[in-house]
C-alpha cells in the first residue's frame, strides 16, 4: 500500500515539475526577434495561465500524499537515517517539508495572480511568484528522489 | 508573441481591475501571513497538536508526549499556520488589504524561504553530537 502511495506521489510530483517548468520558462522575459526559435523558445511557448489552476491541484494533491507517506518516514526511515548519522540527509527533509508548506501558503496568490483578467502592472510579481514556486517543486523533487534512494546512493 | 503576453490580450475593464485587486488582497493576507506563521510555529514550536504515528494519536496539549513514540509536528505548523492565515485574511479591512502593493506577494514567501534555509543550514555545519 505504502509503495502504491509513493509511486502516485512520485508520477504526481512529475506532472507539477513538468507544468510548473513550462510555465517558469513562459514567464522570462524573451526576445521577440521573428526567424528560427530555439527549442527552448518552443517549450516556453505555452499559455501560461491555463497552468496555474493544474498546478495548484497536483501541488494540493501532491501535497496530501506527501502527508500520508510522512509517517512512515518519521518510523522507519527518519530513525534508520539517525543511526547511519546521515545528519544532512535528514536536514534536507526538513527543509523538503518547509518548501511545501510555503508552498501551499502561496496557492491561494499565486493562483488570484494568474487569475483573468491578467494586468500587464502584475506581470513581474507573477513571475516571480511563479519562478519561486519553481524552485520550491524542484528542490521537493530532487529530495524526494535522493532520499528514496539514498541506500543505493551512499551505500 | 509570448505566451504571456498573449494571455493578458487587451486592457482589463475598470471594474475587472477591481474585483482582480480586491480578490487579490485577501489572497496577498493570507499567503504573507501564513508564509510568517508558518516560519515562527517552526521556529518557536507552535504545532496546534503533536500527531504520534505510532499510536495514531493526535494531542492537543502543548506538551510532548514522550511515551508515544515520535511525533509529527508538522501538520500542526501547517494547522496553527492556516488557522491564523484565514483569520487574518478575513480580519484585515478591505481597505488596507486592497491596498497592499502587489510586491508583497512574492517578496515574502522568498525572505520566508531564505530565512528557513539559513536557520537550517544548522543541519549541515553542526557536527553530530
New interface residues.
Given amino acids: 500500500m505504502i509503495t502504491t502511495l509513493l509511486i502516485i506521489h512520485g508520477l504526481l510530483a512529475v506532472a507539477l515539475l513538468g507544468a510548473i517548468t513550462h510555465q517558469a520558462f513562459s514567464v522570462r522575459a524573451r526576445t521577440r526577434a521573428a526567424g528560427q526559435r530555439s527549442f527552448v523558445d518552443q517549450f516556453s511557448g505555452v499559455n501560461p495561465a491555463v497552468y496555474a489552476t493544474p498546478i495548484m491541484l497536483l501541488f494540493i494533491v501532491t501535497c496530501i500524499g506527501g502527508a500520508f507517506l510522512y509517517p512512515q518516514y518519521r518510523l522507519d526511515v527518519r530513525p534508520t537515517l539517525e543511526d547511519l548519522q546521515y545528519r544532512a540527509a535528514n536536514g534536507i527533509f526538513e527543509i523538503k517539508e518547509h518548501m511545501a508548506a510555503i508552498g501551499l501558503g502561496m496557492l491561494p496568490i499565486y493562483v488570484a495572480y494568474w487569475k483573468a483578467p491578467l494586468l500587464a502592472s502584475h506581470s513581474v510579481t507573477r513571475r516571480y511568484l511563479t519562478w519561486l514556486l519553481a524552485f520550491l517543486v524542484w528542490w521537493n523533487f530532487l529530495i524526494g528522489h535522493i532520499l528514496n534512494n539514498i541506500k543505493g546512493l551512499f551505500a | ?4 503576453a ?4 487587451p ?3 475598470p471594474t ?2 477591481a474585483a ?1 485587486n480586491q ?2 488582497g ?3 493576507i ?3 501571513t ?2 510568517v506563521v ?1 516560519g515562527l510555529c ?1 521556529y518557536y514550536n507552535w504545532p496546534l497538536f503533536a ?1 504520534y ?2 499510536v495514531n494519536e493526535a494531542h492537543f496539549s502543548g506538551q510532548l508526549v514522550e511515551t508515544l ?2 511525533p ?1 509536528l ?2 500542526g ?2 494547522a496553527t ?1 492556516g488557522l491564523v ?1 484565514v483569520a487574518a485574511a478575513y480580519l484585515v479591512p478591505r481597505a488596507v488589504s486592497d491596498r497592499l502593493w ?2 508583497w ?2 517578496i515574502i ?2 525572505a ?2 531564505v530565512v ?2 539559513i536557520y ?1 543550514r ?3 555545519v ?1 557536527p ?1 553530537q
Avoid at chain 2, 498573449?6 to 490580450?9: E, H, L, Q, R, V
Wanted: charged fraction near 5%.
Fill in positions: 508573441m509570448t505566451g504571456q498573449a494571455a493578458t490580450g486592457a482589463a475593464a475587472q481591475t482582480s480578490a487579490a485577501r489572497a496577498l493570507f499567503s504573507a501564513f508564509g508558518y517552526f500527531y504515528p505510532q513514540g515520535p509529527i508538522w501538520y505548523w501547517l499556520a492565515a502587489h510586491g506577494a512574492w514567501p522568498a520566508v524561504v528557513i534555509l537550517e544548522r543541519w549541515f553542526t553530530p
